[in-house]
């Protein structure tokens, strides 16, 4: 397309049309409100921090547009380093004054502050935190016994941490059963015993992933197929027992598990170097049953990956033998744990018969905080304790709270929780009487089920394993985030967290978000970080009545080559899954002045004044502002619940849950039980500051037909919606047809994101992420509505005139530019005057808008005689006499340059032909700008460009005589300022349909 015509639509943005100036939607668009401003993540990395490098930092915030800093004590490696200091120890006195005057700078330049609740940023812990105060889990230690007097110390012996809680002795009647390990060969282990026995499961030390097979009448037949992980140091506690796999009974003399090869441990082979081979599993084939997973169902291994899906934790069910002569049952057992003295010794007489006396402790998981610096790391508080977590608190930001001054308490307005990565613990103190109570039962006696063994039966074993994570996620939602955000609302701070984790994470994302006053999400400006993390946060604030839904925004691996334009589809994207307002990722503290590019670590976006484009960014903040702005107007306006179910834990809901055109929010058993009604056939909830105003609802609610188990007083609950009117679908993924609701969106002429919000009859629509630039058009579900179109980069609003309404809703037609444009359409006001169904100009060379006055405008660059059909059915014909001209712009001189020559003015004067311009408009095209520019012309200083195309209307700024104009072009550390190779005026024809 030629420059002269692409900007045609652009000069509309450049003219106030529809909307009165009293209008308080299109003055906060235009002129966003100081609390739309977006916050950052401000990194203190190491030691090396100084106050004049604290005050230079937020006096960069305030000039740039950040509202609010979260400090960070992170200890990592720096990418790229503006020279070293003298470190400061953190937690020192010196490191404490430097907290305070953070405080007091930031009060001055009007930027608040939030503390992380740590040094790290994962999770909550310190030097402060005790053994006995730390994350904790169930070990087991056994010996054999016969009936009769016994005395032997059986509290377990070199356990980490340094000893053991107790927690039970039981004894166990011991099993008659058959145990063969597996004599490994290179692809296969065989189980042989003198006799045919009924095989039930095997035990795995080691990773296998194979088919087992039985020997029967002469025929080999499979058994059961395996997939056994070894264990994983980031996520697991359990790393070195034995996995269990549970099947049906099979009997049969041999046995041959038939086994992939490993691949060899390590990565790449070094040169002149062997690669360490992976040592064979040991393998171990018994009669007896097995609780299948049974490192995974107590949480001692964890999903591997950042990543888990929905069905991470939809663990296998165990088989329940043929033969149940086989079991144990409680009434068997004998608890021992009154005779159990303070030195670990077991004193007692057992009955007659064989018996396993199993000792069951807790202790430390050993998790600790990180990445923090050497002083200020030590273990992670318990998170299923109120006590443990105000300890905390405490600790570290009470101790800081206690030293602070009224001025510096002003600054300081909450404390942060990034996301979960510390991986699980299963016990705590008084758990047995807390899980008693929540569950109906005592779990004393179903403690044999952590080591395999299986209790009763095996559906209750795996019953018991399942109310054990059930009862974990919801303590540490209630315990962790509720006890610390108790502790901080009386300090007079709010609590914002991440409601998820990456790495061994034991919750409930729903209910983990619901307990926090503020919740954020994050995603990465390249890759899948980000595509889960950001929906399932939303979905907690939409579903517990918070009006903000935060993010950590354009976390990433370095690369300063990132802008603004780089990345602001990737942002746009979590937009269209519910967020609306970004905290963005990150301000590394910069200790001294200079030396582009700054201190930076390996991650995360350069945000900070030692980056040149963040510097001249206020015009890509007022950007963010303005879609804060219009994200949070009104409430969600999604269509479509989607319950996760009731299992633990769960950090996403199902994939991809209803089809194109249809939005949705995840719902967890908690907001089901407190938060959710059912209002005129609608699911709804209310504000959390005002319970009387509904905030969200949803037409149906879905939830998937595959669930095993929802815990009786959910169930009801349910029921008791459904009967009085809400509507339900035990589906997912949900088709339109069993739907049977309009989508909100449908008929795009190329693929989008989008989001929907509403206030009373009013929808806004955020359209975004255009698979291809040129005319894009779709339906809309809303009728009798005339659609406004909202542009967020320039702060301009047009009153679209290509629309038709038709029975399915409203249909509009607008030109996209640039696959990175985004816009927002309102339909707000009702329809008065008619629009344009047809046109003999495609909407890229002829726009077409209603001004102030309703009146028809039609703008284009080429001359000639264009007709429109109107929805009354009446034709108008406009005639445009002149073809757009141009006026290159010559003669351009540096004038300016910072330091580091990533900052350049550039100067030129010129003088327009006579005429040039009369009676129309004045595009100014910069050409191809790498990667900022602000241009003053004549005196008059415009709003910053940072995407394409980099063009202005410049009408109003242009004289007869000699114009002056001056272009401040900014670009990347890895780059240098550049202007097009032409910079041209061209004007641009308007004339008014008659």
Known sequence: MSRKWKYVSLLVWSMVVSVSQADPLMETFKSPSEETRPWCYWYWVGGDITAEGITKDLENMAEVGIARAMIGNVDVGVKTNNGQGSPVEVL???????????????????????????????????????????????????????????????????????GSQDIAVLAVPQLNSVSIEGEPSEKQYIFSHSEPFTARSLSIHGAVKGTLFAFRNGKREAVAQIDVRAGFAKTDFLLKEAQTVSFPDVTAQRFELDYEKPKPAGRKKKKNKPVKAVPPARVSLSSEPKVAQVLNKQMGRMHPTPSPTWDSYIFKDSVEPEDTSVLVGQKEMIDLSDKLDADGVLNCTLPKGEWRIIYFGMITTGAKNHPAAPEAKGLEVDKMSRAHTRHHFNSYVGSLYQQMTSEEKAAFKGITIDSYEVGAQNWTDGFAAEFEK???????????????????????????????????????????????????????????????????????FTIYGGYADQVGGEFWSKGNLGNIECRATSSVAHTYGKRRTYAEAFTSGLNLQDNPYSFKARGERMFCDGINHFVLHVYLHQPRTGGMPGRNAGFGTAFHRNTPWFNEGQGWINYLQRCHTMLQWGDPANDVLV????????????????????????????????????????????????PNRISASWKVMTMPNTLKHIRPHIQKRIDELEKKGGRIIRSVPVSAEQLNLPPAVSGESCAIRWLERKLGDQHLFFLSNFEKAGTFSAMFHVKGKHPELFNPVTGEIQKIARFEETASGTKIEIDVKDPADSFFVLFREKATVPSVVNASAPVSDL?????????????????????????????????????????????????????????????????????????????????????????????KTFDTLWMPPFALDVTKALKSGRNKIAVRVTSTTEGKPKLGE???LNTVSRETVK
């Open 847 to 939: 726009d077409l808008f209603y001004n102030a006055k309703n009146e028809l405008v039609a703008q284009t660059g080429k001359a000639g005689t264009y007709t429109l059909t109107m929805s009354d059915g009446k034709m108008h014909s406009v005639a445009v006499k002149a073809d757009s001209k141009s006026v290159n712009i010559d003669g351009w001189k540096t004038a300016s340059t910072d330091n580091e020559g990533f900052t350049e003015t550039r100067v030129a004067e010129f003088s327009l032909p006579k005429n040039f311009g009369k009676n129309q408009r004045v595009m100014l095209d910069l050409g191809n700008v790498e990667i900022m520019a602000q241009v003053t012309l004549n005196g």
């Open 92 to 162: 020192s006195p010196a490191w404490r004054e430097l907290k305070m005057h953070a405080l007091r700078e930031a009060k001055r330049v009007g930027v608040d502050i939030y503390f992380f609740n740590c040094p790290g940023w994962s999770q909550s812990g310190g030097p402060w935190i005790k053994t006995e105060q730390s994350m904790r889990r169930v070990i087991w230690s056994e010996v054999n016994a016969n009936g009769g007097p016994f005395k032997q110390k059986v509290r377990a012996k070199g356990v980490p941490g340094g």
């Open 643 to 690: 319950y996760i179910g009731d299992f633990a834990p769960q950090m996403t809901g199902p994939p991809n849950p209803v089809p194109n055109g249809y939005q949705y929010d995840y719902v967890g058993s908690d907001a089901i039980l407190r938060k959710l009604d059912v209002v005129d056939g609608k699911w709804v909830t209310y504000d959390e500051n005002d």
């Open 982 to 984: 032409t910079v041209q």
């Open 438 to 508: 929540r569950n109906g039962y005592n779990p004393i006696l179903m403690l044999p089920t952590f080591t395999g063994t299986v209790v009763d039966s095996a559906k209750k074993s795996d019953r018991f394993l399942w109310d054990l994570r059930r009862t974990v996620a919801d303590m540490i939602a209630e315990c962790y985030l509720g006890g610390l955000r108790d502790v901080a609302n009386e300090h007079g701070l709010v609590l914002w967290c991440e409601p998820y984790g990456h790495w061994g994470y034991p919750g409930d």
